[in-house]
């Protein structure tokens, strides 16, 4: 009998990690792949860029791909880690606690909020049962297997398994086929890819926190600890407000949001979100007039939080409590261009707080308090150079200073004036649905698209330049701003819950224009991605005070 020999058709894969090509057989696994490079990488791979798609190490290659390995330094990669994390959680819960049920919440303290239901209270006890329970689950090495399956039996699977908030989301997403996981006989859904094995979840924390639990996971930027827990009881605060809001609406998570468009109560539901933040608002400026001494009230957030239209907004409300707003802009407090800091890169880091000139800033405020008159500096952008506007000023007794900028909550920008005179306030789109109860929104993608939408429609740049930006705005935002958070004396959330399917619309036109060839693709891809599950809302229905149209346009307030 003739020998016959078995060939394997072969195909070739460039890695971008080692520069080089390499022939691997088709239907091989992102892990096999990974494994005939010879990388080693201390932290990885989590999962890979294959033509500039985010796909987990279960991703199988039948042509020829160009890939790139990612570990948990990676933004993606940091996620996939997270989801893994979270998957572990909702099985250790679902095996020691038959009727338990578990949302996975908001990011705070380093780490993510998990509001858990078990029948009683949360105790110390069940902190430490769940947590053994979970390290159990990973040193068993438990495979994480991806399946596909019609949408139509997904839904039929997970309304058996009584988890309604993925039955909601699922029926919206129009899509013929659905993926979902499975550890050890135990099903979940999951946004974005995942980990292959328990085993490569090597660090996490949790721990009891207020009434629920918070699950700590590695920090970004050393992956071999865990982020450091800070307390963020303010910033919890405002997240625990807009749920009783929400439960109030019955608006928890993206299912229940499309439920709601298409039941034709998308109008009502601006209305009372719109409601509720002008509200807010006014608690701010009635707060503000209640303290007699305040005369200077600062405003601080991150990138697109929406400070402009907050501080025009809450300047009509101080105005109504007989309060007088004078704006001042620390733009116009810049050192000249040689004396600006430069970043590790040898670039201005026009972000740093020195980049203020904080002694003249201290000074001329501290004038204003004391009833002097003062001239104003003007900052000439295109020469580098301040200069003085010719804008003298007088504070008189019923006007107070209000003042917008980044390190507005830095306690060294306005070190000199007496701190009894300070009203600080801190704005961002902190969002508080989820997509389903085990899969948050990341608050971060709120704010890009917002900011993809603003820098296309006022400023010309693309949707790619602005996703190439935003590592290094956040970088900023990490240094400068996020720590100072808790030194606020009010925190105003300027997300809305219909947010989202209103400005759908404008982005997803931008991001289709990012080309596949371009890294940026990736992000762009997974924001795509994100979108479709939400129904749209016309923006014909938003009003033109609202906070939305600084980013989409069409406001009343001129910025």
């Known amino acids: ?74 933004p993606s990669g940091l996620r996939a880690y997270t989801r893994s994390l979270f998957f572990v959680l909702c099985k250790a819960v679902h095996e020691l606690y038959d009727t338990a049920k578990v949302a996975i919440d908001i990011p705070v303290s380093n780490g993510y909020y998990v509001d858990l239901n078990i029948g009683h209270e949360v105790t110390l006890e069940d902190a430490g049962r769940i947590r053994r329970r979970m390290q159990e689950i990973i040193d068993a090495a438990m495979p994480i297997h991806r399946y596909e399956t019609t949408t139509e039996e997904a839904i039929r699977m997970f309304t058996y398994l009584h988890t309604y908030s993925k039955v909601k989301l699922l029926k919206n997403i129009g899509r013929i086929y659905t993926t979902y996981y499975d550890i050890d006989g135990y099903i979940d859904y999951y946004y974005g890819a995942m980990l292959t094995n328990t085993a490569q979840i090597y660090l996490f924390g949790l721990e009891k926190y207020y009434d629920g639990l918070l699950l700590r996971i590695p920090s970004a930027t050393h992956p071999d600890e865990l982020g450091e827990m800070i307390h963020q009881d303010k910033m919890f605060g405002i997240f625990k407000e807009h749920h009783r809001w929400q439960g109030i609406i019955g608006l928890r998570t993206i299912g229940d949001l499309n439920e709601a468009i298409d039941s034709g109560h998308s109008a009502q539901l601006i209305q009372i979100s719109e409601a509720l933040q002008e509200k807010k608002i006014s608690q701010i400026a009635d707060d503000v007039a209640r303290r007699r001494n305040i005369k200077l009230v600062l405003i601080a957030g991150p990138s697109s939080s929406g400070k402009t239209t907050t501080c025009k907004r809450l300047s009509v409300q101080l105005a109504v409590n007989g309060i007088k707003p004078v704006g001042i802009s620390l733009d116009d407090y810049f050192v000249n261009r040689e004396q600006t800091p430069r970043d590790d890169k040898g670039d201005f880091d026009f972000e740093h707080l020195h980049a203020l000139n904080l002694d003249l800033l201290n000074q001329q405020m501290n004038a204003l308090l004391n009833g002097e008159e003062v001239e104003l500096p003007r900052y000439n ?83 790619q330049e602005t996703i190439r930006r935003w590592p290094s705005v956040r970088a900023g935002e990490n240094r400068w701003i996020f720590p100072f958070q808790e030194n606020a004396d009010a925190m105003f959330n300027t997300a809305m819950l219909f947010e989202l399917a209103v400005i759908k619309r404008q982005a997803e036109p931008l991001l289709e224009q990012v080309p596949e060839n371009v890294p940026e693709y990736a992000e762009a891809y997974r924001l795509l991605k994100f979108l479709r599950y939400i129904k749209p809302i016309p923006e014909t229905q938003i009003p033109p005070t609202s906070l939305l149209r600084e980013f989409l346009g069409g406001s009343s307030f001129e910025y």
């Not at 701190?419 to 993608?445: C, F, G, K």
Request: proline fraction near 4%; glycine fraction near 6%.
């Open 1 to 74: 009998m003739p020998n016959t020999i078995m060939t394997m058709e072969m195909i070739q894969v460039y890695c971008q990690n080692c520069d080089q090509t390499i022939n691997v057989p088709m239907g091989a696994t992102l892990e096999e792949v990974y494994k005939l490079t010879g990388l080693t990488m201390a932290h990885g791979p989590v999962l890979a860029h294959v033509n500039n798609k985010v796909e987990g190490m279960h991703y199988r290659v039948y042509n020829s791909k160009m890939v790139e390995f990612l570990d948990m330094t990676a």
């Open 381 to 463: 952008f295109q020469q580098g150079r301040s200069e003085w506007s010719g804008h003298k000023l007088r504070l008189r007794d019923d006007e107070v200073l209000v003042v917008e900028g980044i390190h507005a909550l830095n306690p060294e920008l306005m070190s000199q004036v007496a701190p009894e005179q300070i009203y600080r306030v801190y704005a961002s789109a902190l969002t508080t649905l989820l997509l389903d109860n085990h899969n948050y929104i990341p608050t971060t993608d709120n704010r890009l698209l917002r900011r993809i939408i603003r820098d296309h429609k006022y400023r010309g740049v693309s949707a």
